[in-house]
């Protein structure tokens, strides 16, 4: 019978990993990046279809067959090792905290920034292919459009709120993958957090931009000063939630720990 980790143990993987993540070359970076954007819109058109065949059967009930579909988009890039943003904080930061003299800020910031900016590149690249007319399924388009407009005419607060949400639930993430040790262990990890994403709808800044750009090429009524607000919003509320809340405290747990142990 295997024995979960002690917090110094799960923090002393995080940082191995994160330094992992930290050393990777410019074409690393490009590529883990690029694939877990577009991996990500295949979660979204999963859940889009799911809405679009049992909405008109089942009503707001297909909310939650629709969050089992686009929860194994996160087992995919949890599987795949890809590098998907605010899911890099706590992993990271932990190498940054155990390296002597230098809290690596350049290297973190080009990790972020660089997932960033390639995670919505790579599913916007995507999205524009899926949206070619007939690439998916009758009724799939206006399912995504509808939810586009209502990610977009959301009180800020509240987009914020979801934002902080989602943004600990998917650093915390992280922090959970560390503590497994089996690929199925990380899969079933991956998939209830993915789960939860969706039914909250908890946002993380890049499931939620390529979700509503994704409703945009369906003809959802959202300009793009709205996307760049939702974006703003977002990413602010990933940052407090991911950072902030998760990350921060975590690092106190592994240190109240190493005090106690001393």
Known sequence: MSVAPDPSEIFDRAAEEGQRR?????????????????????????????????????GDAAKLPGALAFGLALVMLIVGRTELFNENFFAPVAAAIETEDSWL????????????????????????????EGALPTGTGASLGTVAEEIVHRR??????????????????????????????????????GIL????????????????????????????????????????????????LVTVSLIAQVSGDSGNSG
Do not use: C, K
Request: glycine share 14%; proline share 3%; no cysteine.
């Open 22 to 58: 930290l050393d990777q070359s410019p074409i690393e970076l490009v590529s883990t990046g690029f694939i877990a954007g577009f991996t990500v819109v295949f979660g979204i058109a999963a859940l889009g279809i799911v809405h679009a065949v049992l909405e008109p059967r089942i």
């Open 105 to 132: 800020v350049r290297p973190l910031l080009r990790l972020w920034i660089g997932t960033f900016v390639l995670n919505l590149v790579g599913g916007a690249l995507i999205v524009f292919v899926m949206s070619v």
């Open 156 to 193: 800020p607060m509240g987009m914020f709120a979801d934002a902080i949400a989602g943004g600990a639930l998917v650093a915390l993430l992280s922090h959970l993958l560390e503590s497994v040790n089996s690929v199925v262990g990380r899969s079933a990890m991956a998939y209830i957090v």
């Open 197 to 244: 994403l969706a039914l909250g709808p908890f946002d993380h800044v890049v499931v939620t931009i390529l979700h509503v750009f994704f409703g945009m090429q369906f003809g959802a009524d959202v300009g793009v000063g709205a996307l760049v607000t939702v974006t703003a919003v977002v990413t602010a509320g990933n940052v407090v939630g991911g950072l902030g």
